[in-house]
């Protein structure tokens, strides 16, 4: 080849280069709702701490963030349950250098106003942040104690958002959550919805939504019984008219198909369920028909 040819071939790359890298396909972004009290557009789903995730090394932590957030992933979310798990979150959002673009949320689940101030404090350090955006109050736990911390806090500029977490689905705590959201101002909700637990439909979720309060639904892909159950069954036909090609899809678009449901937060998903997850999150979801057919489907 002389010297011709070869920037004839060199001209030629280099011209159909940028149509190649156009078609690489970006990643799928992730759907954005309105947080009702302030129009705050957030993804509607984003991720939470797992109990392993502290014994997780930064780098695994990366790998599941980095393409998170490229997708437009924001809400990244600690859980008190899982001791350690802020340190490496935080240690992993500093070395991809991408705190400025997440959405923290933490919660306090101390005893006393002195201990929830030094909770809340460790966190803050740990995720090496001045400022969260949503600090939750979890499992009701003193509720009243922080929730009249975290309004100075609002005040003062150490956090965004405010409101109220419980991990356990009984009508007992829902009752109380329901009065609480009723009677005391907050932003945020943050309850287990899902396929296998969706008893907060019966009022909670109504309270939130003529109050104005932004829905966190955990766990929206279910587990337990259902996941084991959803293994022995093929996915009902209508599923494909929602795009749906796996449970975990369907499941998603369950939780975010009730009006009330902000976001979600999905248990430090495997990067390559990411775009699975994000695809579901777009097109139609169920109306009330499917969600009563889908709901029949695991009670039978």
């Not at 949320?105 to 740990?126: D, H, I, L, N």
């Not at 337990?224 to 795009?243: H, N, S």
Request: aromatic fraction near 4%; charge should be neutral; glycine fraction near 8%.
């Amino acid at each position: 080849m002389n010297r011709r040819e070869s920037l004839r071939l060199l001209t030629a790359c280099a011209a159909v280069s940028p149509i190649r890298a156009a078609d690489q396909a970006a990643p799928l972004s992730i759907p954005l709702r309105a947080i009702p009290f302030t129009g705050e557009k957030i993804p509607v789903f984003g991720v939470v701490s797992a109990p392993n995730t502290p014994e997780k090394r930064p780098a695994e932590v990366e790998e599941v963030l980095k393409p998170f957030v490229e997708m437009g992933g924001k809400m990244v979310m600690v859980s008190p349950r899982h001791e350690g798990a802020d340190e490496v979150i935080g240690n992993a959002l500093g070395k991809l250098g991408v705190k400025d673009k997440v959405f923290l949320a933490g919660m306090v689940r101390a005893q006393g106003k002195e201990a929830g101030v030094t909770s809340m404090k460790e966190t803050m350090e740990c995720l090496g942040t001045k400022k969260m955006d949503l600090m939750l109050v979890a499992d009701l736990v003193d509720a009243k104690v922080h929730l009249d911390t975290l309004r100075g806090w609002k005040k003062d500029g150490l956090v965004r958002y405010i409101g109220l977490e419980h991990s356990i689905p009984s009508n007992r705590y829902f009752e109380e959550m329901t009065r609480l959201a009723a009677s005391v101002p907050i932003d945020f909700i943050h309850i287990d919805y899902s396929i296998s637990r969706s008893m907060a439909d019966k009022r909670l979720l109504g309270v939130a939504s003529d109050k104005g309060i932004a829905v966190i639904a955990a766990r929206p892909l279910g587990g337990g019984e259902i996941a084991v159950k959803a293994d022995t069954m093929e996915l009902p036909g209508w599923a494909a008219e929602l795009g749906c090609k796996s449970w975990h899809q369907l499941f998603l678009k369950f939780a975010l198909s009730h009006p009330a449901i902000t976001s979600s937060v999905i248990t430090m998903p495997s990067p390559s369920s990411l775009a699975e997850l994000a695809e579901a999150a777009h097109g139609p979801m169920l109306d009330a028909g499917l969600r009563t057919k889908l709901l029949d489907l695991f009670r039978s």
